[in-house]
């Protein structure tokens, strides 16, 4: 363990010929509604679950609160936190029995449901191989994710009403490479970058590019696209439940650039 | 990188660890009414509603502490009973069930014929109708203490509801039920009845082997004991419940939903 650290301090170190670059922090505010699909299946916190969120719950966007970043960047390191959060509802005729907390909803049961995610990211990185107007870099940070879901159906046969609500909480190490540019005399600011984990079967990979116009030189126009994909088959991460997750989508937002 | 996916792989340990669900559940049976509504809560309501009262207490004549507000006329083989009382939805339960037919060895082998309304009021004036037409064959069995249920042809129970006349339906309920008199401390129906729906459903409820329909002394109007297994056969899909009458007197549970009944 203690060899990685030595490394990436070493990675750190080796940008120092470029601490002539420019020092910027970014504020911005912005707007992302990304997709979500994906499925529960098997037991989580010792209850069954067995849902899928497109097929069964027909969940589609609904609304999306601001969101929020703060960001520096400079010649040798760049930090970044974030938080966005979005809803999505559905209702949907279901055509198979599903299971929720372990309340099961049966066939032909109208659900009506809801989903909230809330993402907080925080992430450092280290700008490893440094040219005038680009970089080459490797971030590290974590993002945690958490999905409130919420549902209440009225079975067509019996007529009884039943709700369930479960909250999952996920953390993802945020870790790969990353790169950026400067263009057109700094009025154009680009960034991109691939964050991969992998370990028994189970994978999360996060792509995402950003695009930055300043107009002014404090004020900017914001651009970008967002890849998540989470991937924890029966038996990998944990004997009893899969999860897939898919969330894709772009945004756009005003920065504030000092 | 290779410093980056081991730190991954441990990350990925990390959200083992960290990584956390929780949430509740529950049936909420808080809405009677779209129990009532749904097929499986009307296949349950209108064989409560024939069965009111059961057929030996027919026989017997009806009683103030059995069923009040249902007055009796005219003897054995020939009475008429009429009903101002509470249906099983809680409505108004009128009309008359009307005995006829030979009295075998002081049981009772008779048809019984149903004209029966409830009416349930609703908010802005407006009122739900179920409405019975139609007879049921109760025949002794040899000289023991059981007596089949039944009949050649369905008894009609119609719904109307006059602020949703899409909501209106109706069935053809077909009783295929044994009663055993044997005990008179504990009443048992086994079988179970159908209805054939007017929208092309189909519903099948059968008494559970061994927890038939129970009649006690002490809950003498509805069952307190007995399990009961509905199936939906429908154009749109099958379906399926459970009832039971175990939450005490005057209640049903459907799929762990409990129903009260309309108790006088």
């Known amino acids: 363990m203690s060899k990685y650290l030595v490394a990436i301090a070493l990675l750190a170190a080796l940008p120092a010929s470029a601490q002539g670059a420019e020092r910027h922090w970014y504020l911005d505010v912005h707007r992302f509604t990304p997709s979500l699909e994906g499925h529960f299946r098997g037991v989580s916190d010792g209850q069954p679950i067995s849902v899928d969120l497109r097929d069964d719950l027909a969940l589609g966007k609904d609304k999306t609160a601001p969101g929020f970043s703060l960001e520096y960047q400079g010649p040798r390191f760049g930090l970044e936190g974030s938080f966005d959060r979005q809803d999505y509802a559905g209702s949907n005729r279901v055509q198979r029995d599903i299971t929720i907390e372990g309340q099961t909803f049966r066939f032909n049961t109208q659900v009506a449901s809801r989903i909230q995610a809330s993402n907080l990211s925080g992430s450092w990185t280290i700008r490893c191989l440094t040219w005038p107007q680009f970089w080459l870099g490797l971030d590290l940070g974590a993002r945690v994710t958490t999905l409130k879901l919420e549902a209440s159906g009225v079975n067509a046969f019996s007529g009884v009403n039943a709700t369930a609500n479960y909250k999952a909480t996920l953390p993802i190490p945020q870790i790969g490479p990353s790169l950026g540019f400067t263009a057109l005399d700094h009025r154009l600011v680009g960034r991109g970058f691939g964050h991969l984990l992998a370990f028994k079967g189970a994978s999360y990979t996060h792509l995402g590019a950003d695009l930055r116009y300043f107009p002014v030189s404090w004020l900017g126009l914001r651009v970008f696209a967002d890849a998540e994909r989470f991937r924890v088959p029966e038996g990998s991460i944990k004997d009893d439940l899969d999860i897939t997750l898919d969330r894709t989508g772009a945004g756009f937002g005003l920065v504030l650039r000092f | ?264």
């Open chain 2, 1 to 264: 990188m290779k410093a980056g996916l081991a730190i991954g792989s441990l990350g990925l340990l990390g959200l083992l660890a960290c990584a956390g669900a929780s949430g509740s559940a529950s049936v909420n049976g808080t809405d009677p009414a779209s129990i009532r509504n749904a097929p499986a809560g009307a296949a349950l309501l209108i064989f409560l509603d024939l069965e009111l009262i059961r057929p030996d207490q027919l026989q017997a004549g009806a009683s103030a502490d059995l069923a009040p507000g249902i007055t009796y006329s005219g003897a054995g083989a020939s009475a008429t009973y009429t009903f101002d009382t509470r249906a099983a939805n809680e409505g108004a339960l009128t009309g008359t069930v009307t005995v006829t037919g030979p009295v075998a060895g002081g049981l009772p082998s008779y048809t019984e014929a149903f004209n029966l309304t409830v009416t349930t009021a609703l908010a802005g004036g407006a009122t739900q109708t179920w409405t019975y037409t139609g007879s049921q064959q109760v025949t002794l069995n040899g000289t023991s203490a059981k007596v089949s249920l039944g009949g050649a042809a369905p008894i009609r129970a119609a719904f109307t509801d006059s602020a949703d006349p899409s909501s209106n339906k109706s069935y053809a309920f077909t009783p295929n039920l044994a009663l055993d008199l044997g005990d008179p401390a504990r009443v048992t129906l086994s079988g179970g009845w159908g209805l054939a729906g007017s929208n092309g459903d189909a519903i099948t409820v059968s008494i559970a082997a061994g927890a038939p329909i129970l009649w006690t002394p002490g809950c003498r109007q509805y069952p307190s004991g007995g399990s009961l297994a509905l199936k939906l056969l429908s154009r749109s899909g099958n379906d399926a419940a459970d009832a039971a009458f175990d939450q005490g007197c005057g209640k049903v549970k459907l799929n762990g939903a409990t129903l009260g009944l309309g108790v006088n």
